[in-house]
């Protein structure tokens, strides 16, 4: 039988696999790296689970071509990986530190070599540490370092990389990180915090697109946020205004001023007393024409009033006879089919691609040395064709990558939380590619076949 989700996908959708510098790469003190905020915070007692960092990782500095041999294996058409800024100018900016540059031109030479597209980001939370000393995100200064940044690098790599992604994640910079102290640089600075440092990645990211459309005008480039789609846990008018300033808070912040210039007016009004300073053209620079969204989607959220009315933004619900994952987050396919469609249909994006989805479970190396990890693959196979369904109806989709290629540094977590398709045996650093590697690659092979016959008998 001809399986019709078989052919969803066109010929040149892109598979991928996502990882970050500082979750994979290790080599924390060599050639001339500087420090970043990520090596502070885990070095600082009581931040990281078991005083955990990522100081060897996957060692992925040195073992990249293994790495990209199993990419090969997958058969995957691109890598998504970011760039080490302290690797880059160890100092934040000013002194350009060679070799750094060097590791990244090696890596991006042997995924070319492979046939494998190198999806590059910026800025994947490891601000170098001289930077965070004068302000980090909170400080304006901090754009145009990024925006200097970003011209070394392009200049370097520009010639073969075509895709850029400015930043990952501003919501988790922000929130975890300047508002509440639990991620790096670790500060607690609460909703004035998030917002200036919101504003300023914001206008970094900006900055940064200006950087490439200048040095690289063939390239496309876009920004990665973190969206997660909110319901309310009931019909009843106080869940629904809840929910909606939860969405505000989550997706709309961001989408609203990437797409249209503005923050939206029910926030500010929220936030009024803690909102950012927007300086002349700023909202201009943030919402300058982008290529292509990249989403990265885990979960959903489900929210209910506050009965005491004191937060706004109301209270999570944990949904009964759910799934959830290791890190507790629902297993929620057609969350990711809602928000997609509610982003085509409200901001129109010309192009998307799912930069990251995943799951983290206990996984074990069992009595045959090998993984099994069915549930990693049951939720791959759910959110896939969920991403099937909203091409089919109509999303710009162009391609999935999901997070992990390895198992890594899970920030906080230390290297407690599995997302990755390969287990790394910490103590050796031996890769065993689970179960979930060799579905990935049967279904990458199965949907490349399917879009091949379309096309032959198209
Ligand atoms: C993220 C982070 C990843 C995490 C993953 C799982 O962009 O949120 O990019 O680094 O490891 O999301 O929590």
Redesign the pocket.
Known sequence: MQNTRECRFPGNFVWGAAT?AY?VEGAAHEDGRGESIWDRFSNTPGKVRNGESGEIACDHYHRYREDVALMRELGLDAYRFSIAWPRILPMGRGAVNEKGLDFYDRLVDELLDSGIEPFVTLY?WDLPQALEDEGGWTNRATADAFAAYTHVVVRRLGDRVRHWITL??PW?VAWPGYALGVLAPGRDGGEAAALQAIHVQLLAHGKGMEVIRGAAPEAQAGITL?LTPIYPASEAEDDVRSARYTDGRENRWFLDAVFTGHYPDDMLELWREHVPSIEGRDMDTISMPIDFLGI?N?SRGVVRADPTGRNKLGLDVRPENAKFTD?GWEVYPDGIFDLLERVRREYGPRRIYIT?NGAAFPDVRSHDGQVHDPERVQYLEWYTDSIGRALEGGVPLAGYFV??LLDNF??AHGYWKR?GITYLEYSTLERVPKASFQWYRSFITRRKAAAKETQRVG
């Open positions: 970050a979750q994947h990952n994640e988790v973190n990265n885990y890190t990251e997070w992990s899970e920030w997302f």
